[in-house]
């Protein structure tokens, strides 16, 4: 009996910890609300099996219970993206995020999207709910979507939407034109792309796509203030006159056009009436941002409420404690003194730029350069507009960025200016980027053939004339033949998908990670770029 009973104590059972069990413990601490705890195991789960779409969406909903709406829209997005496009369910998932933040142009969006994808699917009745609310409950008008639309343009779209918000302009501006290209109904594509004209200095394109944008759907409230900032800016008055009394009698009902209709009232002066719109807005949407409240308290500080100000900016002192700006600005009302004039504050949500371009440029000010929005706006626009000696200061600064979004924004400038100087500047900044040296050969306008330009470049630099001879005739016939031709960010894809194609065929095949790696591109990007090729006839070459 005693030897039964020490073999009982004596057996080992093996405690398995993989990620099936923390997924488990995580639904177990949800059921009692200790969800910082559950998200805790959620993200354990997703390090042991970092390609189970099921644990990222487990850890994106328990973000959404806790308010963090926007990190679990970037999981939500990255599984759709990348590791389960099939995921139907992530979609209206989106849906309600973007409901809660009160973004319910995007919330409808995403809930179309879904029902489209699967009419019958889980969430099939909560999301035609969801529609029901903003349809009747918020008295919105329904948005025309299409059966037939590519469910990948909602996912483009907010991804060049994030690409506005974090500056990534030129960026922006390619998806957007390739959105309403593809989809000229798509409506919200068009508000965008106006902007990203607008942020990039091409007035001309900005206001073409407004003009465009009005004739689709004429009230349309985004479009309506864009045209306002326009015409300010190309001193219109006497339109803009006529556009300010039409929109002081629009009464926005959602969040989303209140801030748009606030923050062009802002910018283009309208300080009272920009306030009354922060100050219903913060009223009737609790919960709001940093960057809302500083908005609100620069319409309170121009209209001479100081002590509204000064409560907005102890709100944004609270909510982003490290950014310095609040501090700022509390600063300036402390000097305010009694009956002296308030000094012009821009709505952005940072230091006035002349503050900042006063600093030395050093490691830490270009970091903030790249991730300030509104500074690399205003950086692109000097470089179109500004005088020589500042255009010779940004392309500086862009040059100390050195990313991608800087490469092409001198490399454009290069190609277009024809002052001498900047040119030399432009060089010398490309030089230090370590990027390629553009040539006289490159073309100098939009229209010309970028690819044909630079097999020229790229081999004559390789002093291989029979692959230059070779690519051009490919890139000729494909350019022929082709009805659609394949659409990639930068042409040097092409260059490594000719030299691959060029390997294979006269028997010096290298691997594709070789020639990716040399161009500095991806597998998958050169893969995209030989297949298109590949279906010419190359024995004929």
């Given at each position: 009996m005693k030897s039964r009973e020490t073999a009982n104590k004596t057996t080992v059972v093996e405690f398995r910890r993989d990620a099936r069990f923390f997924c488990d413990r995580g639904f177990r601490l949800l059921r009692r609300n200790d969800v910082e705890k559950a998200l805790l195991c959620f993200?354990?789960?997703?390090?042991?099996?970092?390609?189970?779409?099921?644990?990222?969406?487990?850890?994106?909903?328990?973000?959404?219970?806790?308010?963090?709406?926007?990190?679990?829209?970037?999981?939500?997005?990255?599984?759709?993206?990348?590791?389960?496009?099939?995921?139907?369910?992530?979609?209206?998932?989106?849906?309600?995020?973007?409901?809660?933040?009160?973004?319910?142009?995007?919330?409808?969006?995403?809930?179309?999207?879904?029902?489209?994808?699967?009419?019958?699917?889980?969430?099939?009745?909560?999301?035609?709910?969801?529609?029901?609310?903003?349809?009747?409950?918020?008295?919105?008008?329904?948005r025309q979507f299409f059966m037939e639309t590519d469910d990948d343009v909602f996912v483009k779209h907010e991804l060049a939407r994030r690409s506005l918000e974090e500056g990534r302009f030129l960026e922006a501006l390619q998806i957007l034109k390739n959105i309403v290209e593809a989809e000229p109904d798509f409506m919200p594509a068009w508000n965008n792309l106006s902007l990203a004209y607008y942020y990039v200095g091409q007035f001309e394109q900005a206001m073409a796509t407004i003009d465009q944008t009005l004739e689709r759907e004429p009230n349309n409230l985004h479009a309506l203030c864009n045209l306002a900032v326009l015409l300010s800016h190309q001193n219109q008055s006497a339109q803009l006159v006529e556009l300010l009394v039409k929109l002081k009698k629009i009464t926005p009902l959602n969040h989303d056009h209140?801030?748009?209709?606030?923050?062009?009232?802002?910018?283009?002066?309208?300080?009272?009436?920009?306030?009354?719109?922060?100050?219903?807005?913060?009223?009737?949407?609790?919960?709001?941002?940093?960057?809302?409240?500083?908005?609100?308290?620069?319409?309170?500080?121009?209209?001479?409420?100081?002590?509204?100000?000064?409560?907005?900016?102890?709100?944004?002192?609270?909510?982003?404690?490290?950014?310095?700006?609040?501090?700022?600005?509390?600063?300036?009302?402390?000097?305010?003194?009694?009956?002296?004039?308030?000094?012009?504050?821009?709505?952005?949500?940072?230091?006035?730029?002349?503050?900042?371009?006063?600093?030395?440029?050093?490691?830490?000010?270009?970091?903030?350069?790249?991730?300030?929005?509104?500074?690399?706006?205003?950086?692109?626009?000097?470089?179109?507009?500004?005088?020589?000696?500042?255009?010779?200061?940004?392309?500086?600064?862009?040059?100390?960025?050195?990313?991608?979004?800087?490469?092409?924004?001198?490399?454009?400038?290069?190609?277009?200016?024809?002052?001498?100087?900047?040119?030399?500047?432009?060089?010398?900044?490309?030089?230090?980027?370590?990027?390629?040296?553009?040539?006289?050969?490159?073309?100098?306008?939009?229209?010309?053939?970028?690819?044909?330009?630079?097999?020229?470049?790229y081999f004559h630099q390789q002093n291989d004339s029979e692959l230059r001879k070779w690519s051009e005739q490919i890139w000729a016939e494909y350019k022929k033949q082709a009805a659609k031709p394949l659409q990639v960010r930068k042409e040097v894809a092409w260059m490594a998908a000719f030299e691959y194609l060029y390997g294979l065929i006269c028997g010096h095949k290298r691997s594709q990670q070789e020639i990716a790696e040399k161009y500095g591109i991806s597998v998958a990007t050169l893969t995209r770029c030989y297949k298109e090729l590949s279906r010419l006839d190359l024995n004929q070459f």
């Open positions: 993200q354990r789960a997703i390090e042991l099996e970092p390609n189970n779409p099921d644990y990222r969406c487990h850890l994106a909903s328990t973000l959404a219970e806790m308010g963090q709406f926007e990190a679990s829209n970037n999981v939500l997005y990255e599984i759709i993206e990348t590791l389960a496009p099939s995921m139907e369910d992530a979609y209206f998932f989106l849906a309600n995020n973007y409901a809660n933040m009160e973004d319910f142009e995007m919330a409808e969006e995403m809930a179309v999207l879904y029902l489209q994808k699967n009419k019958r699917g889980t969430f099939a009745e909560e999301a035609e709910e969801l529609l029901d609310y903003i349809y009747f409950e918020l008295d919105l008008p329904p209140l801030y748009k209709l606030a923050t062009t009232m802002g910018v283009l002066g309208q300080h009272e009436e920009a306030f009354r719109l922060y100050q219903r807005m913060i009223r009737s949407f609790p919960g709001q941002d940093a960057c809302t409240y500083h908005y609100a308290a620069i319409s309170a500080y121009l209209t001479n409420r100081f002590e509204q100000a000064r409560r907005w900016w102890g709100k944004v002192k609270q909510l982003d404690p490290d950014a310095g700006i609040a501090e700022h600005y509390l600063q300036l009302l402390k000097e305010q003194k009694s009956g002296e004039t308030t000094k012009q504050i821009s709505y952005h949500y940072h230091r006035p730029y002349d503050d900042l371009m006063a600093d030395r440029i050093n490691e830490q000010s270009v970091d903030k350069f790249k991730t300030d929005p509104m500074i690399r706006a205003s950086l692109l626009w000097a470089l179109q507009h500004g005088k020589e000696d500042i255009k010779h200061t940004v392309i500086q600064t862009l040059g100390m960025i050195g990313d991608d979004e800087a490469e092409e924004a001198i490399r454009k400038f290069y190609q277009e200016t024809d002052n001498s100087q900047l040119k030399k500047t432009a060089l010398l900044a490309l030089a230090q980027m370590g990027a390629p040296l553009p040539t006289e050969s490159e073309p100098c306008a939009e229209g010309q053939d970028a690819v044909q330009a630079a097999i020229r470049f």
